[in-house]
């Protein structure tokens, strides 16, 4: 049985020190060979099947590396799925994982259904038939629920922004088409080669932008920008410290920032946290004098969520109100910690200031409340009350491998119109973009063409 | 009820003498099936009730794919046109296409002397009232003078004859197309034997009398005047043609419309069938489109033998005297005379989805529909289905293999393919854009890409197949050659390459490569690296946009050979789709209903998501281990 090349990350996400992205098919040692290169030049191609090694795996187009791997290769029919199979053993962590599986996809694996290696694994024989329902539910099921919800949130702006783009397309094939099917047809202006190319880069820049923010996503790439603040000694290191332990996270220096912004990496319940400038934190625990500071402001306001830390032994102080203030309007949970202490704080007066924003009450020299204040920040994620200002529009992998691909075809488009070749030859280019765009948004129909031509024009011979 | 008597015995019967039925019969007999054919009205076989044209873009290409499967159309347009011209000439080769205006009456007498001319092949007047089904299958029908006709097969091939209704302002009347006789005792009995129908609505123009146009404030539309040609066995070209001529309607035409808008049965609240949109009637157009100031208008010749012309673009159900003000509404046509009333005509229309790819009813074995009755419009999409019913039943008769086409084998394909999974809900047009692959069903290739098949199944003669043999032969070995042979920098061959400013050659290179460029055409190379003996216009042609084109068709082809993977996935007939746990109710329901016979066919059906087809999948290759495994 024959069947395209497939990708997914094999490991649960955010979690574990490594992760795992398989790659199952025919072609799968071909596109793992365009990406990973070993220190002595060896190509995978070349190796014996059921080997482990090592190297670097490099993004063709850009030449840069984009992360430090083992990676096993194992050729069929000896494998999980009777196919060849590559899995690519690489830094655990949604950053490293995802810019793995993005450079597979674009170098042409397709992101793998869920369940699509055991199905495989099935259609191919290697599994028997009393697996077979097992098999149809996987099928069925639905994508992790909390990155299906995280990803809901996001998909109604794709779509939208995915929608215009496959709209300028149509109105520029339609048009297209009336020219060929209705060559006498005169009310409709020809669609000639410059427009075209005019359309297709317009469409090429709009996609270079919303891969931009893919690039540079938050969610699920990088997490939801998250600043601890609280004044000093109210416990802002023992709730980082507590967060990073329980969610056991990736410490990571990003690349083209300088080396003492350090940021933390966490998954609580899925939802993808990055604390950022917790290196500050650390340092000096003087986050409230430094609200002051320009720079300190930026930090607040780029981020997503405020974990406010008051101090449960104490009643509120000037300071703490100040900090109310510089957070008003925002996503904020407010952490009353050292509950293990005599209470001063008056908490109706905290509950009343934080209006919606939920109220938690920990001690985290005991490790009590740790869970609940999860749970609030899951609950606030999910329930969809988040909105960053520039909450990342495409950070699934998937999205991301089709708007590359969709890229590509108008590339070739306009590679093609710039050398002359005939526009309705071009069209073919972009009738296949429109349709990869429709593939993100789940709606390839041909028909819509059909449709767009004789509501647009007014056809007679 | 007259006495009933047996009049016969066939392999295939087909009903109607339309445009699909004639390929119908003519395919039939062709494929050595004993063949009768039975029509209302013998003087109208190949009628045109409408415009007097065939070809255009996607259409004319249907053309060339029944011609190069045997088939009639072509050759008798060759014969008996008036005008061709080829359109999209300024665009790729993957769009042109030829189009032909007729003269109706020579096109009908041609056809008539073609049926009767050929072999196995019975022609009969004769009203078909009822078929003959036992255990649902087809035995033979039964006309209205009481005539038994039996056979293996049957094709029904009725147009917009099934309880047509010809509809003129308020009025209404039961009426085939052109005031000929409806079939209705056909048409209750095709419901009557559990065919589901549909209500569709079709129209056409009035006619006026070309003596009385002026058309000196019109512009002329000649035909090309290079020899053109539909059939690749024609050498006869004909070179005296007629013009048609150009108009567009004016500002009053706009508003008599409007005026009288409630007195179009469209517009009246009167319940009227499903019309085409790609053919909107002039009320439709002006209603829908009311920020256009004109509307085109083409004048067509409807012969050589008669002044009278068709008024394309201004098809209309408007009441006749409102008809009259209309056309005089229109510069050039002020004065002219109506010959015959525009109309609407509704008729019944078989659900298409109850077909199999072969065109027989999957309800009842041996019988077969095609063309208008199928939901589609237009005399070349009916002439395809017909040619391939007509093998089909042929096949079945005979005991030979089915024939199906695929959509990437041609326009034909695409036609039938939809039809029989997508269905249609409204008169099918093919359009250029319903063709994924149409780089590669292009008009220039369809002997290329047919005859091979249609040769196989017995629609294609020796002497034919001959020539396409040694056609394919020789555009094989001039590509080879152009990949061989080498073109060295010379001061001749900058001189050649300037002709069409193509930049001087620097180094040495294959020729293949040289014609690659855009601006360098066969007939340059050619003089740099001649061939051995002079090649033809049409061979030349081949060789010329497959160097030019190669990465187009490689990449069309392997998007093909992808389709051909889910192609091969056959789902099996007895499937029992209420078995399998998982698939989608909506999904669940059209597959039920259409029955694909392949994952491909599954998954180009509306309603059918990708999540079902991969559950299919699964199911079906259960099946096939399980089997193994036993």
């Known amino acids: 049985m024959n069947f395209d090349t497939i990708a997914a990350i094999s490991t649960p996400m955010g979690e574990g020190a490594i992760a795992i992205v398989r790659l199952s098919g025919d072609e799968a040692v071909q596109i793992a060979d365009r990406v990973f290169h070993s220190p002595n030049g060896k190509q995978l191609m070349e190796e014996k099947s059921h080997t482990i090694h090592y190297g670097h795996l490099i993004d063709p187009r850009s030449k840069e590396t984009v992360e430090e791997v083992m990676v096993s290769l194992m050729k069929a029919p000896k494998t999980f799925t009777r196919e060849d199979v590559v899995e690519i053993n690489c830094h655990g962590g949604l950053v490293a994982v995802n810019r793995v599986l993005a450079l597979l996809l674009k170098e042409g694996a397709r992101l793998a259904e869920p369940g699509e290696f055991t199905k495989r694994a099935f259609l191919n024989g290697r599994i028997d038939l009393s697996q077979s329902e097992a098999v149809m539910d996987l099928i069925r099921a639905k994508t992790d629920r909390a990155m299906n919800v995280a990803l809901g949130q996001m998909e109604g702006k794709l779509s939208k922004l995915v929608g215009e783009l496959r709209q300028a397309l149509i109105e520029t094939l339609a048009q297209v088409e009336v020219n060929i099917d209705y060559p006498e047809y005169e009310d409709v202006e020809e669609m000639t080669i410059p427009h075209m190319i005019e359309k297709c880069t317009w469409v090429n820049k709009e996609i270079e932008k919303l891969l931009k923010t893919s690039a540079q996503g938050k969610i699920l790439r990088e997490g939801l920008s998250t600043v601890i603040i609280g004044r000093p000694n109210v416990g802002k290191s023992s709730l980082l410290n507590s967060l990073v332990q329980e969610n056991k996270a990736i410490v990571t220096d990003i690349a083209g920032t300088t080396r003492d912004i350090i940021e933390e990496y966490v998954n609580v319940r899925g939802v993808p946290l990055r604390l950022v400038d917790t290196a500050g934190i650390r340092e000096t625990e003087d986050i409230v004098e430094r609200i002051g500071v320009e720079r300190s402001r930026q930090v607040l306001k780029e981020a997503d969520l405020i974990l406010l830390v008051l101090n449960y032994a104490e009643a509120l102080t000037e300071e703490d109100h100040r900090l109310f203030e510089a957070i008003e309007g925002m996503d904020t949970i407010i952490v009353v910690n050292k509950t293990d202490l005599p209470a001063k704080i008056d908490l109706d007066e905290v509950k009343a200031i934080a209006g919606n924003s939920s109220v938690v009450t920990t001690s985290l020299l005991e490790e009590e409340g740790v869970i609940e204040l999860e749970e609030a920040i899951s609950s606030l994620f999910f329930s969809g009350t988040i909105e960053a200002e520039d909450m990342t529009y495409v950070s699934n992998a998937r999205h991301i491998g089709l708007l590359h691909n969709a890229k590509d075809i108008i590339n070739d488009a306009l590679i093609a119109a710039e050398s002359g070749v005939p526009v309705d030859m071009v069209q073919i280019d972009v009738t296949r973009a429109w349709e990869v765009l429709g593939e993100i948004v789940g709606d390839t129909v041909q028909e819509g063409l059909i449709n767009q031509l004789f509501s647009q024009f007014c056809l007679g011979k | ?630």
């Open chain 2, 1 to 630: 009820m007259p006495n009933k008597y047996e009049a016969g015995t066939f392999d295939c019967i087909v009903i109607g003498a339309g445009h699909a039925g004639v390929e119908a019969a003519l395919a039939s007999a062709r494929m050595g099936a004993n063949t009768l054919v039975l029509t209302l009205n013998i003087d109208m076989i190949a009628f045109m009730p409408c415009n007097p044209s065939i070809g255009g873009p996607a259409k004319g290409i249907v053309v060339r794919e029944i011609d190069a499967l045997g088939g009639a159309m072509g050759k008798v347009i060759d014969k008996t046109h008036i005008q061709m011209r080829m359109l999209n000439t300024r665009k790729g080769p993957a769009v042109r296409a030829l189009r032909a205006q007729l003269d109706k009456v020579l096109y009908q007498q041609e056809m008539k002397r073609i049926l009767e001319e050929t072999e196995n092949l019975t022609l009969h007047q004769g009203s078909v009232d009822e078929l003959i089904v036992e255990d649902d299958e087809i035995k033979g029908v039964l006309t209205q003078v009481g005539a038994i006709y039996r056979a293996k097969t049957v094709i029904v091939t009725t147009g917009t004859f099934l309880r047509g209704e010809i509809l003129i302002g308020d009025l209404r009347y039961s009426s085939g197309p052109n005031n000929q006789m409806p079939s209705i005792n056909l048409a209750n009995n095709l419901r009557a034997l559990g065919l589901e129908t549909v209500r569709f609505k079709t129209g056409t123009p009035p006619r006026v009398n070309s003596r009385t146009i002026d058309y000196s404030k019109t512009e002329i539309q000649p035909g090309d005047e290079e020899p053109r040609a539909f059939s690749y066995e024609t050498t006869e070209f004909i070179t005296d043609q007629l013009p048609c001529w150009l108009t567009y309607t004016a500002p009053l035409t706009h508003e008599i419309i409007n005026d009288n808008l409630r007195l179009s049965p469209m517009y009246s609240g009167e319940e009227v069938g499903t019309g085409p949109r790609y053919c909107p009637s002039i009320e439709d157009k002006i209603v829908r489109f009311n920020d256009k100031s004109r509307h085109q208008i083409f004048l067509e010749p409807e012969g050589r033998n008669t002044e009278e012309v068709y008024v394309q673009g201004l098809s209309t159900s408007l009441p006749e005297h409102i008809q009259h003000r209309l056309i005089a509404s229109v510069p050039g046509l002020e004065n002219a005379r109506m010959m015959r009333p525009g109309y609407a005509i509704e008729y019944d229309a078989i659900i298409s989805t109850q077909l199999k790819p072969t065109l027989e009813t999957k309800k009842i074995r041996g019988l077969y529909t095609a063309g208008q009755l199928n939901g589609t419009s237009g005399y070349e999409e009916a002439a395809g289905q017909g040619l391939m019913a007509g093998a089909n039943a042929a096949a079945r008769a005979l005991g030979k293999e089915e024939f199906i086409l695929g959509r990437s084998d041609g326009y034909i394909g695409v036609l039938i393919d939809d039809l029989v999974t997508k269905g249609t809900s409204e008169p099918y047009r093919l359009l250029t854009s319903r063709a994924e692959y149409r780089l590669l069903l292009r008009h220039d290739n369809a002997d290329l890409r047919l005859t091979e098949i249609g040769h196989e199944v017995g629609l294609v003669s020796e002497e034919r197949y001959a020539k396409y043999l040694a056609k394919k032969e020789q555009i094989d070995a001039e590509l080879q050659r152009l990949r061989d042979v080498t073109v060295k920098p010379s001061p001749l061959v900058d001189e050649i390459l300037a002709e069409t400013n193509s930049t001087a050659l620097k180094e040495p290179m294959k020729g293949f490569g040289l014609l690659k460029r855009p601006e360098v055409t066969y007939n340059q190379v050619g003089r740099m690296i001649p061939a051995e003996e002079e090649l033809t216009a049409d061979v030349i042609e081949q060789v010329e946009i497959f160097t030019k084109y190669e990465g187009y068709i490689e990449k069309s082809l392997q998007q093909v050979e992808r389709m051909k993977k889910m192609e091969n996935k056959k789902i099996p007939e007895d499937i029992d789709y209420d078995a399998i746990t998982g698939i989608a109710m909506e999904a669940k329901t059209a597959l039920k209903e259409v029955r694909p016979l392949s994952i491909a066919q599954a998954s180009r059906m509306p309603g059918v998501n990708p999540a079902d087809v991969s559950i299919l999948l699964v199911y079906i290759e259960q099946g096939k281990i399980a089997k193994v495994t036993n």
